[in-house]
């Protein structure tokens, strides 16, 4: 384990475009649940999961009873996400964010907890819970810019969106719900550009995100090189490192798409990477 995370420490400070990937596994840490870990949401009740899978065409087919049970029910399945709290892992990857080494983070949590933890350059794969958006246009709002209570009360549902009057539901992004045109192409783009991916606490089965991996591992740079009669050549190498924190090994591990996983908890093992990012470049 301390190899790998030296390993990875180098290579963080060898990257030149490095980002990082991140799903449940992160937040578990915090006190929120994953969805297919051993004591996941879905792992659980797999009904429930059946269940997610109803949520959007609920939404298209009527807005209004989709805002009217919304509204009536508690929190959110995952808990009440507004009291939990970033953990070591958040806060580590928010170090990397201002070292200037982690240039970006591309999360399917929609806890909040990376932008809590003081990360910038966040991508929300599949939205915020702690914020709207117009299903039209894609403007997101804060809850807090409608009178949700009030549209209710005078059965004034669903709130439209305030630039083009389309209707506007959770941010959450839901099973056949199309990923935010906007957050879906700089997503691409980002997986493409850099020459380091760390993909923290995900299974890595759902996609479309996680075809973001692989659109990275296709990424081959030019490396010139010489015969030992000394001719010069040039060859095409693997443009990108993949390194996985997770608990357990995925399709990702699997397939050989990333280079090498360091098992274990994200909270424990990104410090630890930190540590070594810093000692290796106080070290010159
Ligand atoms: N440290 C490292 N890995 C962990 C930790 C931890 N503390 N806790 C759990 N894990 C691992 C689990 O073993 C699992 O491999 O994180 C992974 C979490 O996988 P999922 O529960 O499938 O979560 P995720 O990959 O984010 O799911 C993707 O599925 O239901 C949808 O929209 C939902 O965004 C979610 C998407």
Redesign the pocket.
């Known amino acids: 384990m301390k190899e790998l995370i030296q390993r990875a420490a180098q290579d963080l400070v060898s990257s030149k475009y490095a980002i990082a990937l991140t799903?449940?596994?992160?937040s578990?840490?915090s006190g929120i649940p994953?969805?297919?870990?051993p004591s996941?949401i879905?792992t659980k009740d797999p009904e429930a999961?059946k269940r997610?899978y109803l949520s959007y065409e609920k939404f298209k087919e009527d807005p209004k009873e989709y805002w009217e049970e919304r509204l009536s029910r508690p929190s959110s399945m995952l808990g009440d996400l507004g009291k939990m709290e970033p953990n070591p892992?958040h806060h580590a990857l928010t170090k990397l964010q201002k070292m200037n080494i982690l240039r970006w983070i591309i999360t399917?949590?929609i806890d909040n907890l990376h932008r809590k933890a003081g990360s910038k350059n966040v991508l929300e794969y599949?939205g915020n819970a702690f914020r709207l958006r117009c299903v039209s246009c894609n403007s997101r709002y804060d809850p807090e810019e409608y009178d949700l209570k009030k549209l209710k009360e005078e059965r004034k549902l669903p709130p439209y969106c305030k630039e083009c009057k389309g209707a506007v539901k959770s941010d959450v992004v839901y099973f056949g719900e199309p990923i935010p045109s906007d957050v879906a192409h700089q997503s691409l783009e980002e997986a493409w550009r850099c020459d380091l991916m760390l993909i923290?606490?995900?299974?890595?089965?759902?996609y479309p995100?996680a075809n973001l991996p692989i659109i990275a591992r296709q990424k081959r740079v030019e490396k010139e090189g010489k015969t030992d009669t000394g001719l010069f050549f040039v060859e095409k190498i693997p443009g990108v490192i993949i390194i996985e924190?997770?608990?357990?090994p995925?399709p990702l591990t699997g397939e050989g798409i990333s280079d090498y996983l360091i098992q274990?908890?994200?909270?424990e093992i990104l410090p630890k990477i930190v540590e070594e990012v810093e000692k290796t470049r106080s070290t010159g």
């Open positions: 799903g449940a596994g992160m578990t840490e994953d969805f297919r870990g996941g879905w999961e997610a892992g399917q949590n599949h923290c606490g995900t299974s890595a089965v759902v995100f924190v997770n608990a357990e995925t274990g908890k994200t909270g």
